[in-house]
């Protein structure tokens, strides 16, 4: 398998991906189409499929031009008006097999309320719903919703590669630090992520391993993460949604 990131607006990833040598790609997320068209340039096949994780505009802006570019093109989307153009609707369950890839549509539904993701051969294009060391903002779901998707990407493989859709994840370690200070694995991982982001170099796609040691979002139950919260908000959390809800809440106006 092969991936590159290619570089939309300030911070975006547009992943393309290849199953084996000489299969067309599938290309997530297209938020822009000039820079994708770009990366396209060389192909000797056109691209077999676009996969859509959510409607947001930095995720499907490209998606038009992309198909008056390659109008045979499969364009696989969950199923929500608010995305436009699409070839098939996928509801979380279903399998999509394209190019050598198969993959499982999963749930991942509270950055909005229609997200999913796309599981298979290893690795997860989660969109907005997983960042390294962050998650989504809660712009249409709820923290149940919230806690809902962190407890089933916790049950991923941990050797599952995670791509994202943004590099977020230097300024998403200043807050994971400030939650859990005592946390040597992160301490270690935002050091190596700092020196890669001076070397203009990205730190993304990430690990199931390295965001299970690492994310807040996925430790909130963590004696620790959970102290810290408390103090935060000036008393302890009722259960484990309001945990994560007050979590992301902290997040949301936090300035490093």
């Known amino acids: 398998m092969h991936f590159t990131a290619v570089r ?12 084996g040598v000489g299969d067309p790609v599938i290309v997530v997320d297209p938020g822009q189409a000039e820079p994708v068209l770009s ?3 060389d192909e000797p096949l056109p691209p077999a ?10 995720h499907i802006g490209g998606v ?12 696989i989307a ?3 008006e608010r995305l436009g153009y699409r070839t098939e609707s996928v509801v979380p369950g279903d399998v999509v097999e394209v190019t050598g890839f198969t993959f499982k549509v999963l749930d991942l539904a509270a950055h909005t309320t229609s997200h999913i993701g796309y599981f298979g051969d290893g690795v997860l294009f989660c969109g907005d719903a997983l960042f390294s060391l962050g998650c989504g903002r809660l712009f249409e779901g709820t923290p149940a919703d919230l806690h809902r998707v962190m407890s089933t990407l916790k049950e ?3 050797t599952t590669k995670v791509f994202a859709a943004h590099e977020y994840t230097l300024s998403n370690s200043h807050f994971a630090r400030h939650v859990e200070p005592s946390n040597m694995t992160l301490q270690e991982y935002s050091e190596k992520i700092t020196q890669l982001r001076q070397l203009g170099r990205d730190t993304l796609p990430t690990s199931m391993d390295i965001e299970l040691a690492c994310n807040p979002f996925l430790r909130s139950d963590l004696p620790e993460i959970s102290e810290s919260i408390a103090r935060e908000f000036g008393s302890p959390s009722a259960d484990a949604i309001e945990r994560i809800g007050r979590l992301r809440e902290w997040k949301d106006r ?3």
């Open 78 to 80: 969950p199923t929500d």
């Open 39 to 41: 990366a396209l340039a």
């Open 156 to 158: 991923m493989p941990a």
């Open 254 to 256: 936090y300035v490093s």
């Open 8 to 19: 939309a607006f300030a911070d975006n990833f547009v992943w393309i991906a290849r199953r």
């Open 49 to 58: 499929a676009i996969l859509l994780t959510h409607h947001h505009a930095d």
């Open 64 to 75: 038009s031009a992309l198909v008056e570019k390659y109008p045979d093109i499969r364009v």
